[in-house]
């Protein structure tokens, strides 16, 4: 972790209904280069919607982000921007059923321009890292939770991107799985300098993040 | 691995709905080659008859539907004789009778000596008395008649002088007699249905195609000009009108075909996409471009067009052989293989699958990743 800042929300509100629901209000939020950073709080606090925001998967009501110093909103389009510098990580895992491991993970390749043989290979690599070279053509639907979860995480580091955004991605796992996630994101975000966004609402152990901030009715409270 | 690699796995993962999909779609296909491929060969099988008998021009009745509706006064054929550059004018008369269990035939009158009966393959010989008759060899087998035999048409009865070959099987399926004797039949003396012209173009070999056409064109406006109750169409023109009733009919059904096999598509393709908006919300989410998108969704139907129109294409030609061995049909439709037709309805298949395409492609890209990925 260096004080760059890597993501930057300033006076950011997300509201629903108009204006009736306010499920992020007034945060402003600083995101420093490989720190892992967890957003905890309760259910309906505003923590996914906040994580989304900073993605850029959504749009504040008002308020800006900013990513390495640029407006989310001016860059968000622009041709690979995303597989470049954004992975996503869902606690539902959200891969493609009818397509096997390497197939899923390569998916954010095929937006990148790589030979064949480029995307093979950085494929097989971040499918070894996360352990799965034995499982590399087993169908997704064929293979355990946790299993699933490192598919995931592998896509969402194919490309090498700045920043990973993960929503409650242990939610689903049991809690030898959850430990397994939780260090292999910790093991990229060290190796690979990439930073985190993970939205939890349990408690991981100290080791696994940097800073953790609290939200609470779409406010940051801790 | 590529979109093709995906596209493929979709296809297999649903093998059912594919299944069914490619059939619907083949199915909408094969009534287009069907309808559309007997049209095209009789158009084709005319147009070939024509042409090699050298027959330039076609006169009929003028504001007529079609030829068969047409009724002009023979008188005409020695007028139109006298007319420069006009070297042959053979009348003719058609008539559809049941000559045995309701079996139908088309039945031709020709001149006894006409040139229209030059190109003919007789097996025997022409005709040469008034009840004279000869066969064409569908028509002689759908009769189980044979040279020497007689038939009965209408009370009146003919000898069977020779079985003949033309140059297309629509002719080989009518049986020819002189015009007088059909004139006859039909009790309509002096009437026939359309006059064929064949010009004289002087030293044709010097003469281009399209000086050809400038004389052919030349005629048929001295024609239209002196005689206002005709018509005179060159032999492409003409093509078209003795089966334009039947040719819009079949445009018509091979188009709502077609519509079906468009709309088979759209709804296999639009539940594709809403069973898959997670999916195509996380693509969206990592940064597929909606191009990429598009492409995947439009490909995918296009794959069901290029399966649809083989099964089509293959399932048509079959549907075809049995239509033209049945005995109430046999000899008024033909078939061939072309392959500029089979090619050009591979292409149509491919324009629906993209036209059915577009619709779930728009659909997927419409998908806001935030909105499906919202709740779990």
């Not at chain 2, 007689?150 to 069977?160: L, W």
């Not at chain 2, 003396?189 to 010009?199: E, Q, S, W």
Request: with cysteine.
């Amino acid at each position: 972790m260096n004080n760059s800042i890597i993501l930057e929300a300033i006076n950011i509100s997300k509201f629903y209904e108009d204006g009736q629901v306010k499920a992020v209000d007034d945060i402003s939020l600083q995101v420093y280069t490989g720190e892992v950073l967890i957003i905890g709080g309760p259910s309906g606090s505003g923590k996914s919607t906040l994580l989304h925001l900073l993605g850029g998967l959504d749009l504040p009501s008002s308020g800006k982000v900013y990513f390495k110093g640029k407006s989310i909103q001016d860059v968000y389009g622009s041709k690979g921007f995303r597989v470049k510098n954004i992975g996503f990580v869902f606690q539902a895992f959200y891969l493609w059923q009818n397509l096997n491991v390497m197939e899923n993970v390569m998916l954010p390749l095929m937006e990148l321009p790589l030979t064949r043989r480029q995307r093979i290979s950085r494929t097989k690599e971040i499918i070894e890292e996360v352990g799965l070279t034995d499982k590399i053509k087993a169908q997704v639907k064929l293979i355990s939770m946790g299993q699933r979860q490192r598919v995931a995480v592998a896509r969402a580091l194919v490309a090498n991107p700045s920043v990973i955004f993960a929503d409650e991605p242990t939610g689903s796992l049991d809690s030898c799985n959850k430990e397994n996630i939780l260090q292999l994101l910790r093991r990229f975000n060290r190796q690979n300098k990439v930073t985190v966004v993970m939205v939890t609402h349990e408690s991981p152990a100290v080791e696994y993040f940097d800073r953790k901030i609290q939200l609470l009715d779409g406010r940051i409270c801790v | 691995m590529n979109l093709f690699t995906i596209i493929v796995k979709n296809l297999w993962h649903q093998k059912i709905r594919s299944l069914l999909t490619v059939l619907g779609v083949g199915i909408s296909i094969s009534a287009y080659v069907s309808l559309r491929g007997l049209t095209y060969n009789l158009e084709k099988a005319l147009q070939t008859t024509y042409k090699t008998r050298g027959t330039d021009l076609v006169v009929m009745e003028k504001s007529t539907l079609d030829i068969f509706s047409s009724t002009i006064d023979q008188s005409y054929v020695a007028r139109l004789k006298l007319m420069p550059r006009v070297q042959q004018a053979s009348p003719i008369l058609f008539y559809f009778y049941a000559i045995q269990f309701k079996q139908y035939f088309l039945i031709i009158g020709w001149e006894p000596g006409c040139y229209l009966l030059e190109d003919l393959k007789i097996d025997g010989s022409s005709l040469q008395g008034e009840h004279d008759a000869l066969l064409g060899s569908i028509a002689a087998r759908r009769l189980k008649k044979s040279k020497g035999d007689k038939i009965n048409i209408r009370g009146e009865e003919f000898y069977i002088r020779g079985i003949f070959q033309s140059m297309n099987m629509l002719e080989d399926g009518t049986i020819i007699v002189p015009l007088s004797a059909l004139q006859k039949i039909k009790n309509t003396p002096g009437k026939i249905t359309a006059i064929n012209l064949r010009l004289d173009f002087g030293d044709s070999l010097k003469m281009s195609l399209k000086q050809r056409k400038y004389i052919a064109q030349d005629v048929q406006n001295s024609i239209n000009a002196g005689f206002g109750d005709l018509e005179v169409k060159d032999v492409q023109n003409f093509i078209a009108t003795p089966f334009s009733t039947i040719f819009s009919f079949t445009w018509a059904i091979s188009m709502v075909a077609l519509l079906i096999a468009i709309m088979g598509i759209i709804n296999t393709m639009t539940t594709a996409v809403l069973e898959r908006t997670k999916e195509i919300g996380v693509l969206l989410a990592i940064g597929w471009r909606k191009l990429r998108i598009i492409k995947l969704v439009i490909l995918e139907s296009i794959i069901y067009g290029i399966l649809g129109g083989i099964t089509g294409v293959i399932l048509g030609y079959v549907i075809m052989r049995i239509l033209v061995t049945l005995p109430q049909i046999q000899g008024f439709i033909v078939m061939t293989y072309d392959p500029s037709f089979i090619a050009n309805t591979f292409g149509l298949s491919v324009l629906v699958g993209m036209l059915a395409g577009i619709y779930p492609a728009v659909k997927a890209v419409s998908i806001q990743p935030i909105e499906v990925l919202r709740y779990e």
